[in-house]
């Protein structure tokens, strides 16, 4: 029941924010990027070994990538890894982001974020909602049509073939229609 009524208030103010959000996204193909941001759920430590060797192909490709990982506990984000992170301690009780790293990750000007989180994970999605990002990926998800400029279907509950899948859509689109 609690957890239903601080969704509610998340959804609420998630948006009225929204009406006043002004940021002209558009498509942006993996070609035409320079600046790739990553959100991610990294309370599942399997998930960064993935994100990784995502982010090593990203920059074989000569992109510039930041990674944000959030982790779903009340134990303080971890400072010694090599990507930013943020905890529960980051949030407000209703799950908006409140700390300079998230304030920072939303207002960059990326050429592409992708929320590579397959579940439900209400910072994240208000981070991808307020991006400045000029193209916005995540999963499909009829009821977040306000996150994404791309959602992508996922075929199977694994992180790598989504990763895939991702990357595969990101080549392939044509930025000029």
Same mark, same amino acid.
């Given at each position: 029941?609690?957890?239903?009524?601080?969704?509610?208030?998340? *959804?609420?103010?998630?948006?009225?924010?929204?009406?006043?959000?002004?940021?002209?996204?558009?498509?942006?193909?993996? !070609?035409?990027?320079?600046?790739?941001?990553?959100?991610?759920?990294?309370? *599942?430590?399997?998930?960064?070994?993935?994100?990784? *060797?995502?982010?090593?192909?990203?920059?074989?490709?000569?992109?510039?990538?930041?990674?944000?990982?959030?982790?779903?506990?009340?134990? !303080? !984000?971890?400072? *010694?890894?090599?990507?930013?992170?943020?905890?529960?301690?980051?949030?407000?009780?209703?799950?908006? +982001?409140?700390?300079?790293?998230?304030?920072?990750?939303?207002?960059?000007?990326?050429?592409?974020?992708?929320?590579?989180?397959?579940?439900?994970?209400? +910072?994240?999605?208000?981070?991808?909602?307020?991006?400045?990002?000029?193209?916005?990926?995540?999963?499909?998800? !009829?009821?977040?049509?306000?996150?994404?400029?791309?959602?992508?279907? +996922?075929?199977?509950?694994?992180?790598?073939?989504?990763?895939?899948?991702?990357?595969?859509?990101?080549?392939?689109?044509?930025?000029?229609?």
């Amino acid at each position: 029941m609690f957890h239903f009524i601080k969704k509610y208030l998340f *959804n609420y103010f998630l948006k009225n924010r929204l009406e006043e959000h002004q940021v002209a996204h558009h498509f942006v193909n993996l !070609a035409e990027s320079e600046r790739i941001g990553i959100l991610f759920d990294s309370t *599942n430590e399997d998930n960064i070994p993935i994100i990784i *060797n995502y982010v090593k192909k990203l920059e074989k490709a000569r992109k510039q990538v930041k990674l944000l990982g959030f982790i779903d506990s009340n134990r !303080a !984000a971890t400072d *010694n890894l090599n990507y930013d992170t943020f905890s529960r301690r980051n949030i407000t009780w209703y799950f908006k +982001p409140v700390n300079g790293k998230t304030d920072h990750f939303t207002d960059y000007k990326f050429d592409i974020l992708i929320n590579a989180s397959l579940g439900d994970i209400p +910072p994240l999605e208000y981070i991808t909602t307020f991006s400045q990002a000029r193209f916005r990926v995540g999963p499909y998800d !009829a009821e977040k049509m306000h996150c994404y400029d791309l959602m992508i279907n +996922p075929t199977n509950d694994s992180l790598e073939s989504y990763i895939d899948e991702v990357h595969y859509f990101l080549e392939t689109i044509n930025s000029q229609t």
